[in-house]
């Protein structure tokens, strides 16, 4: 299995005035291509800045982030940004739709950055939103889905500028059961089918079982526990 | 044009705070514009109606120039002053010596020589019409489109003592104070306002433009020992200390003006300020799914720009209504001038509102635009 993400003695330090909490410490970790994988732990365990690291939106104190092959915690903030808008698609606990944006109109965010034609934008932006099922509701302002089908755009928004690497903070977290279940399935499919490798912070044991592999984090230190479903 | 669809769509969705801004914008315009459009009409009126060759003789302790009394009899010792070409009379009889915005102004002339001293464009017919009848009149264009007189009608002044007459041709004149007045005979307007033998004023053509300072002590001098004595001035001289109590008036508004354009800023700065500060969450979504710093600086001074724009335009066009449209004048002591808001100035009030609604906006844009991503999603949540 190809190496998407490698992650080499990683420490990440928060300065809060005189304070120094050491968020990460000295985390190693390959994610291979095509894995579902599930970070538990506790809050406060620095599994969202693990992987902010991964998303290239937090650097680290010390250490690589090395993201298919490209070390880029050597990037400055603005090709970093660049670089995210092809290499990655991240999906927040609370959506994070632009609000005064319809559905369409937030899948086709990131595809705005990209210098694609029109016509090819618009198949980018409607694939995706055919793969969450949500096509007939590309004109519907946020407020106006439920907060799976608000999860789901979300989703098509990660998907549509193709990315191979998939990052969620808690996505089923402002999810109920069904709902959770609908967004799982989803992700579960993305990697199967088209090969995405996805990594997904959770609490939820529940949500965890769906990954191909679980890892815990304790006080900054990552701890295998399982890599069981396929 | 796709960024600007952005920002259109994130303006009109939650249109209340922009709405609040472009008004801001609007209102600094529309005063901006009325303000610059009132001082450059003073000024025009100044250029256009001053001969440099013409000096103007009035009552020396008349400070009004309309209510100047000077006799007729002055004629015969002003034209015997070396320096002197030509000399003819006017009577002013106007509603009242103060500043209006309705106001009448007649002027009693020598129609034989109107046109040696005032440039006035109608038809020779007209014009030979009107020297011919006593009680006849022929009025400037901007005066009988405000009042919608027409040739041929008979008008009666009821704010000048029931002053009629007949209109006999509508005048262009180079002079723009002249197109709002009505000229009517001399001796006419003497006996219709109880004044026989008495003038406003006089005008003195020189021989040489080089020499009217000379000419004008000459004949102060002369008239020094007359029973009406006399202060001589070059018209534009004349001009601005018969303006002056407006002039002054107008160049403090005309500074309002561009103190009101400080509103823009301010409008601007701080709509984009507080938007930005309910936007972090949003802001934060943008650079992370790819925007870099200076696309959101960009897209945050495309929506000061929007407002500036959109602001000026909606001010402008105001100003114009205000202004233009309404065919407002202003009158101060007999010498009338219509303020217009020019394609120039509506350009000027655009421009200068999109500049300086892009300044106010750039700090902002400029803060947020360097905002940490992970740092401003913590913030958010």
């Not at chain 1, 990954?211 to 230190?221: I, N, Q, S």
């Not at chain 2, 002013?92 to 109107?114: M, N, Q, W, Y």
């Not at chain 2, 005066?143 to 009629?164: D, K, P």
């Not at chain 2, 709509?271 to 897209?299: N, W, Y």
Request: proline letters at 4%; one cysteine or more.
């Amino acid at each position: 299995m190809n190496a998407v993400v490698q992650i080499e003695s990683v420490h990440k330090i928060h300065r809060r005035g005189p304070e120094q909490i050491d968020v990460l410490q000295g985390v190693d970790l390959t994610v291979g291509s095509g894995e579902f994988l599930a970070l538990m732990g506790p809050s406060g365990s620095g599994k969202t800045t693990l992987l902010n690291l991964m998303a290239g939106i937090d650097s680290p104190t010390s250490g690589r982030v090395v993201v298919h092959g490209r070390d880029i915690s050597q990037f400055n903030e603005d090709q970093l940004a660049a670089w995210r808008t092809r290499n990655i698609g991240y999906i927040f606990q609370a959506y994070n739709l632009v609000p005064v944006l319809t559905a369409y109109e937030n899948v086709e965010l990131p595809l705005l950055l990209l210098r694609i034609p029109t016509r090819r934008r618009h198949e980018q932006v409607m694939n995706a939103l055919e793969t969450v099922g949500l096509a007939d509701r590309r004109r519907h302002l946020p407020s106006q889905l439920s907060g799976g089908q608000e999860q789901r755009v979300a989703i098509a928004r990660a998907l549509a500028p193709d990315p191979p690497l998939l990052l969620g903070d808690e996505p089923t977290g402002n999810l109920d059961r069904e709902n959770a279940g609908l967004v799982l399935d989803l992700i579960g499919l993305l990697c199967r089918e088209l090969g995405k490798t996805f990594v997904m912070v959770t609490h939820d044991p529940k949500a965890a079982a769906a990954a191909t592999r679980v890892l815990h984090m304790e006080k900054g230190v990552l701890r295998e526990s399982r890599e069981a479903h396929t | 044009m796709k960024w600007l669809r952005y920002t259109l769509h994130a303006m009109l969705r939650a249109p209340i705070r922009p709405a609040l801004a472009v008004l801001a914008v609007a209102l600094a315009v529309s005063l901006f514009c009325a303000v610059v459009a009132v001082d450059r009409g003073l000024q025009r009126m100044l250029t256009t109606s001053a001969r440099p060759d013409v000096l103007v003789v009035f009552d020396r302790f008349q400070s009004c120039p309309p209510l100047s009394k000077l006799p007729a009899a002055h004629r015969s010792a002003l034209e015997k002053i070396d320096g002197v070409r030509d000399v003819t009379a006017e009577l002013f009889v106007i509603s009242s010596c103060s500043r209006v915005t309705d106001l009448v102004a007649v002027h009693g002339v020598e129609p034989a020589k109107i046109r040696a001293f005032r440039e006035i464009e109608l038809p020779e017919a007209d014009f030979e019409a009107f020297a011919g009848e006593r009680g006849a009149a022929i009025v400037g264009k901007r005066a009988a489109a405000r009042y919608g007189w027409s040739v041929g009608e008979t008008v009666s002044l009821e704010r000048l003592g029931g002053l009629t007459f007949t209109i006999r041709g509508i005048f262009e004149a180079k002079a723009e104070s002249l197109e709002s007045a009505i000229l009517v005979d001399l001796e006419y307007l003497q006996l219709a306002t109880n004044q026989p033998g008495t003038v406003t004023l006089y005008h003195v053509r020189v021989a040489n433009p080089e020499a009217t300072g000379a000419v004008a002590d000459a004949i102060d001098r002369q008239l020094a020992g007359s029973t009406s004595p006399t202060r001589t001035a070059g018209e534009r001289a004349f001009l601005d200390a018969a303006v002056s109590s407006l002039s002054g008036l107008v160049e403090f508004t005309a500074l309002l003006g561009y103190g009101a354009l400080g509103l823009v800023a301010l409008g601007v700065g701080n709509s984009l300020s507080m938007s930005i500060r309910d936007r972090t969450r949003e802001i934060a979504i943008l650079k992370t799914v790819g925007f870099r710093r200076p696309q959101v600086l960009r897209l945050m001074l495309l929506e000061a720009l929007v407002c500036g724009v959109a602001g000026g335009a909606l001010g402008a066009a105001a100003a114009w209504v205000l202004i233009t449209a309404s065919r407002f004048e202003l009158s101060v002591e007999g010498f009338s001038f219509a303020p217009s808001v020019s394609p120039a100035l509506v350009l000027e009030g655009l421009g200068l509102s999109a500049l300086l609604a892009v300044a106010a906006g750039f700090f902002p844009a400029f803060r947020v635009a360097r905002l940490k991503v992970a740092a401003a999603l913590r913030e958010a949540d």
